[in-house]
């Protein structure tokens, strides 16, 4: 599907468009509608509308939800990005510009905020505003047009999207000394007898972990699952726990209690970074142009 947006705005109205960004930023109609029935209704017909004047499916229901389609998903990038375009025409003599990044909790922690004063330094006038999110989310979030850019890993990007590099992340497999042989750092092999902090969920992290244990025939006495490695680091500073973090974060774990272990097979599970964006989107938005590049050098030097 040829998108011709300026087409599309001359030939329906612009409630239709911004209706349409709402439900495809909100997931559901419903949502979107705020639960309003008459609303719920009108928003049903306007994606109608649209369908039948761009020739194609642009949602598809999956209950109370929906899903974007390929063409759905390319009108809401080029929409959003339209409406963003115009919004900072409109706020020019403010200079006020935003740009979204999303990224995962531990990059922001221990990558971007360390550095945040240079970053801001590079970004000038523009306001940054940071979004937690997976890398699939987003990776999709980029896509649909609700972020300008994304820190993520280097392997989730396609080709639909720029990518600039962006640096690592590796990790360090870090236990309380006090139950290590010695009180000094020991062997990935000692784990297996020492009580474990691991995320949770099924990320690659958390899969390369416990992949890398199996590998190496050490059976994790696994006691706390956490969502963030925010909330790992706590776990192990308020209990007897080992676990695999940031290496950014080891320097704030007090030497005295804690040994960090050193094996090669934990250079396994540093992750390359990409910045990714749109280029559709940063078509229109000078401000993601400008930006993008400053970001990968600070970060990918």
Sequence with gaps: MFVDLNAAVSGFTIERLRAFCKIAESGSIVLAAKGDPTRQSQFSRQVKELEEFFGTKLI????????LTDNGRKL???TQAYFRSVEELRTSSTKE????IGAGE?????LIMPRLAELQSLAGNVRLEFITKTTLQSVESVKAGHLDLAIVRKEAADDSLTSLPCGSLAYALVAPRKLLPGRTAAGFQLLQKIPFALLAGDGVLAKG???????MNVKLDVRVRAESFSLLVSAIENAELAAVIPIPAVAALS?????????EELKSLTRELALVYSPQAAALRESTRRIAPRISSLFGA
């Design 209 to 215: 972990v416990l992949a890398l244990a199996a590998k």
């Design 106 to 110: 531990s990059i922001f922690r221990w």
């Design 255 to 263: 030497k005295e209690r804690f040994a960090s272990i050193e094996t």
């Design 60 to 67: 598809e229901r999956a209950g109370k939800t929906i899903r």
């Design 97 to 100: 510009e935003v740009v979204r």
């Design 76 to 78: 809401a990038l080029l």
